[in-house]
């Protein structure tokens, strides 16, 4: 009876043991996440900061407008 209570309790202080560990590798692995997310949402939000229209898409764009207003009132 006695080595059973022994057993018992050795395997009670492992069973503590694995969920100590455990809680360690989730919050270890949740401040990874966590840390690549805030970098990733950094990262996006420079890109969102970057203007989108630059010099040479805008005049060829006011090119196309040109084109397009030009054959428009070509055509009868």
Do not use: F, H
């Given at each position: ?20 560990a455990?809680a360690?590798?989730?919050?270890a ?12 949402t ?35």
């Open positions: 009876m006695d080595s059973l209570r022994l057993a018992v309790a050795l395997l009670q202080d492992s069973i503590t043991r694995l969920v100590a455990n360690g590798a989730y919050q692995g949740y401040q990874a996440a966590y840390a690549g997310y805030q970098d990733l950094q990262c996006y939000v420079a890109e969102l900061r970057k203007p989108r229209i630059r010099l040479p898409s805008a005049i060829a764009l006011l090119g196309a407008v040109g084109v397009g207003v030009v054959v428009g009132r070509s055509i009868p």
